[in-house]
């Protein structure tokens, strides 16, 4: 549907953010269309089908520990499916199992027998989680800064529990492997590991973006439609201007910077995920297998061990990373070592390079930054939080809450 030539407010962008901010407005009675060049809502949030199974762009899971996940939305109509807490580590050809005692106490004595280190080390690992996870969030934030890996060592959980575990663990997250993120951002990204659980949903990880834009009018979405040029008094796209009360950008830095030449794009982190399929999975559990020093992988999993749907029979979906670009063929026989099988037992399926998969986050940490860019003018994005759900959804929070502020100031 044709975007009006004029409305209360116009969202560019249609990834968690801009959704945020727009079911916000919705739900406050404000005339807002979202408007988003792809074909798709979600954002960097995609999910396509491939031969029957399902397929994120790039391995990518939802934190329940992000608050504003839990918060905003329904999770039991995403149909979760869900990984263990914890990880697989292969030393010396052995696979190791490290998991969250609270949540698995059958594999205790695995997780303690784990080649993480001295029991006084391992015991520092114990301390680092419960000090994210517990203690309040200001508190942490008050705490001197350094880098990711600066802040594990000051923890002393030893050489072998960074390089076997966090680093490799990490590096997934992250999307950098020198550990070199702010250990404030650490610090908030451990403690949603530790409150929360990871899990798929039954349809993908696009279904996260389709349950908020549900939650909008048809005729509010415009998909495939590009905005060009952005003010506080409107946005101009293929099909001329429309004005507006405010204008809100919601997208990707890159795009955000161009639109707004004002702002900075911190340099994307990028991701290459390699999609094998397999006769059947050769794991007991639903556990991420992390990658090994020296290697190119920084990890690999059976998806469909936690979310069965993503295979459209028995067969196992296997996701494993890089964080440089990889040919399948220089993967192969790694994702085969790290799962334990042979490799003609591994069937390619596709391969996906995210190249802006997410903005780095280097020390000092810019929580909350700036929203209200003045005169009708708005930006969110998780470039204005931290770099992930919780950051994007956060983001839209606080810029909903200014847009209102303004509407409702006296004209």
């Known amino acids: ?44 949030l995609r999910t396509d089908r491939v031969d029957g199974f399902v397929v994120d762009r790039g391995f990518q899971v939802l934190n329940t520990g992000y ?26 050809g052995r696979a190791h199992r490290v998991v969250d005692p609270r949540k698995h106490p059958s594999a205790v004595l695995d997780t303690v027998r784990a080649p993480l280190g001295t029991l006084l080390q391992e015991a520092a690992v114990g301390a680092f989680s419960a000090r994210a996870g517990y203690l309040p969030v200001d508190r942490l934030l008050a705490a001197p800064e350094r880098s990711a890996e600066q802040a594990l060592r000051r923890a002393r959980v030893g050489d072998r529990a960074i390089e076997r575990f966090f680093r490799p663990f990490l590096s997934g997250v992250l999307l950098e492997d020198e550990l070199a993120t702010s250990s404030r951002y650490l610090d908030l990204l451990w403690r949603s590991f530790v409150r929360g659980r990871i899990g798929l949903p039954a ?69 290459t995920t390699h999609l094998h399929v397999l006769p059947g999975s050769p794991r007991a559990e639903p556990l991420i297998v992390l990658g090994q020093p020296g290697g190119r992988l920084v990890n690999s999993v059976v998806v ?5 749907t993503y295979s459209p ?9 890089t964080l440089a670009p990889t040919t399948e063929a220089e993967v192969r026989d790694e994702v085969a070592r790290l799962q334990g099988v ?57 810029t909903a809450r200014a847009v209102l502020a303004r509407l409702q100031q006296p004209r």
């Open 203 to 271: 349809r993908g990880m696009q279904a996260v973006g389709e349950q908020l834009a549900d939650r909008l009018p048809t005729h509010a979405r415009h998909l495939g439609t590009e905005v060009t040029a952005v003010t506080g008094t409107g946005v101009r796209t293929a099909a001329g201007e429309t004005l507006a009360e405010a204008v809100v950008v919601a997208t990707d830095p890159g795009t955000a910077s161009r639109l707004l030449p004002s702002l900075t794009a911190s340099a994307p982190r990028q991701v």
């Open 313 to 321: 029979d028995r067969r196992a979906l296997v996701a494993s990373s």
């Open 342 to 398: 042979a490799t003609t037992d591994l069937e390619h399926l596709t391969t996906i390079t995210v190249p802006g998969a997410q903005p780095a986050v280097l020390p000092p940490l810019q929580l909350r930054r700036p929203v209200d860019l003045g005169d009708g003018l708005f930006v969110c994005g998780d470039h204005r939080d931290t770099p992930s759900i919780q950051g994007a959804m956060a983001s839209g929070a606080r």
């Open 1 to 44: 549907m044709s975007l009006p030539s004029r409305v209360e407010v116009v969202v560019v962008g249609a990834g968690l953010a801009g959704l945020s901010v727009a079911t916000r407005l919705a739900a406050a009675g404000r005339d807002v269309h979202v408007v988003e060049a792809s074909d798709h809502v979600g954002g960097r």
């Open 67 to 92: 608050p504003r996940a839990a918060a905003d939305l329904d999770l039991p109509a995403l149909d979760l499916g869900w990984f263990w807490t914890g990880a697989v580590l292969r030393v010396e």
């Open 304 to 308: 469909s061990d936690a979310q069965p």
